[in-house]
């Protein structure tokens, strides 16, 4: 630090890749600044960095520690007179998934005296360190799969497209977290995982990402069906990913790893209408049990379970035990509970609808209200009903369409007496109203419904005089 004041340069913007940092340093080295600003790491602002054309967060380096290869560090002291001046850092040294030498296959090492100037890595600075590993033995390997690509994205090389979609912390954290889960199994929590177990991870999990994200959806799939056959729950299926994805603290997006397993997890786990899943609500599980269904339909868990019943989602059985605990496919049922929720007995029509049961058969027979067409449900009570957001839609058209008066006037009649009058069919009368034909109607205050409603026999009659288009063909025939 000391030298960089002296040709002021605070530390801590060369540590931040900040142009004028580095600028200032090359001039003062004689050296073209060009090539070393491509091969910084820029911080751009709220722990986010660039390197060439890429952009990723914090966690995608090594922050302060210092990773090296002491066998790179050996070679470049050898031979030279002043040793301390010839050991220099390596640009892909400060990328966290490089944790193999490309050189000499050994695992690069992490070294920290625990100052705040770490953020320097000074190698001079860690002459005592860089010998002790030296002496520590180590076996050769190769460069993962996961650091090839990290490498090769770098140069601006294309890879597997899955990968290549998303930032690269993204693609790399995603395929670690897989990796993890495939080598170590759910168990193991990430703040127990070393290095080398990190770089282990990303090899195992390199084999399934690389196919796309369909062999990703069916790893995910296998898992999901191993902990449903033992009744675990997401968390101890997925482990340490899972714990990733759903954390609190999670302030980066991880990318579209995150919907991919969520969506599994809704597939294949029963789970409320309105749970939180990764920060989202739930709404619209495929499984859930028949409480839950039962609670977000704000049903009567009896009546529901005759539904699924009959649905074919439930057998005598687990009728007859009046157990709220069976799992249904939630997304089969959610029509037929639809229905239900809406059906409406053709027994209340007439008072819902103030209108005779005549009246309430014309109705449904013009396709104003509409029977429960589902197979399913005419094999219970519900095939006995009505939908009833026909009925809502009836009073909403007469309130909207006809003024309320406090008494009828002169020579207005109800739609009974209208028909006797007229000599035509309450039918045709209907019709004559629906298709918006019939001008001069009314509603009666104090009444509701049909029972409210007057109309004029002598429009009626002049009407169907000369028949304006839309009527239904027997209502001609019925007005000869």
């Known amino acids: 630090m000391p030298f960089l004041t002296d040709l002021g340069i605070p530390l801590a913007e060369l540590a931040r890749g900040e142009g004028n940092a580095v600028v200032r340093l090359c001039r003062k080295a004689g050296y073209d600044p060009a090539p070393v600003l491509r091969n910084t790491i820029s911080a751009i602002g709220r722990r986010r960095y660039r390197l060439r054309e890429l952009e990723f967060a914090a966690e995608f380096t090594t922050g302060p520690v210092t990773r090296a290869c002491p066998v790179c560090l050996e070679e470049d002291r050898t031979g030279a007179r002043i040793p301390g001046a ?15 030498c490309p050189l000499h296959g050994s695992p690069l090492r992490d070294l920290r005296s625990k100052r705040w100037d770490d ?21 050769a390997r190769a460069v993962s799969p996961l650091q090839a690509y990290t490498m ?16 690269i ?11 993890a889960l495939e080598a170590f199994g759910p168990e193991l929590k990430a703040s127990e995982m070393t290095e080398d177990m990190w770089d282990a991870a990303g090899r195992a999990g390199w084999p399934i990402v690389s196919q796309g994200a369909s062999a990703i959806r069916e790893y995910l799939m296998a898992r999901s069906s191993v902990s449903k056959r033992k ?13 990733w994805l759903s954390s609190s603290r999670l302030s980066k997006d991880p990318g579209p790893i995150r919907a991919m397993v969520r969506d599994v997890i809704i597939e294949t786990t029963p789970l409320r209408k309105g749970h939180m899943l990764f920060g989202e609500p739930v709404m619209d599980p495929h499984l859930s049990s028949v409480a839950s269904i039962a609670k977000a339909e704000c049903l009567d868990a009896r009546t529901l379970r005759n539904v699924l019943k009959v649905a074919g989602m439930l057998n005598e059985e687990e009728v007859a035990h009046a157990s709220n ?14 229905i239900v929720k ?23 027979e013009i396709g104003k209200l509409n029977r429960v067409q589902d197979h399913r449900a005419l094999e219970s009570k519900v095939g006995k009903a009505v939908d009833g957001l026909g009925v809502q839609s009836i009073l909403r058209f007469l309130e909207a369409n006809f003024p309320a008066i ?27 109203i629906f298709l918006g034909h019939l001008k001069r109607v009314y509603r009666v205050r104090g009444e509701h419904g049909f029972a409210a409603v007057v109309v004029d026999p002598d429009e009626i009659k002049a009407l169907i005089a000369t028949p304006p288009p839309g009527l239904s063909e027997d209502s001609y025939f019925l007005m000869d």
């Open 152 to 167: 090769e994205r770098l140069d601006a090389q294309s890879g597997p497209a899955w990968l290549d979609g998303q930032d």
């Open 406 to 432: 406090d008494e009828a006037p002169e020579g207005f009649v109800d739609l009974s007496k209208s028909a006797e009058k007229s000599r035509s069919r309450v039918k045709v009368i209907l019709e004559l």
């Open 169 to 179: 912390d993204q693609a790399v954290r995603a395929t670690e977290m897989l990796g």
């Open 86 to 100: 010839t050991i220099r850092h390596r640009l892909i040294w400060r990328l966290a998934p490089v944790r193999t």
């Open 231 to 243: 009744r675990a729950a997401p968390r101890a299926a997925f482990g340490m990913l899972h714990a």
């Open 325 to 338: 605990r069976p799992v249904v496919d939630y997304t089969a049922a959610r029509d037929l509970i639809d």
């Open 342 to 364: 809406h059906a409406v007995p053709v027994s209340r029509l007439p008072d819902l609808l103030g209108a005779s049961r005549p009246l309430v058969a014309i109705l449904i």
């Open 119 to 139: 953020i320097a890595h000074e190698l001079q600075a860690m002459t005592a360190m860089i010998a002790t590993e030296l002496k520590a033995p180590y076996h």
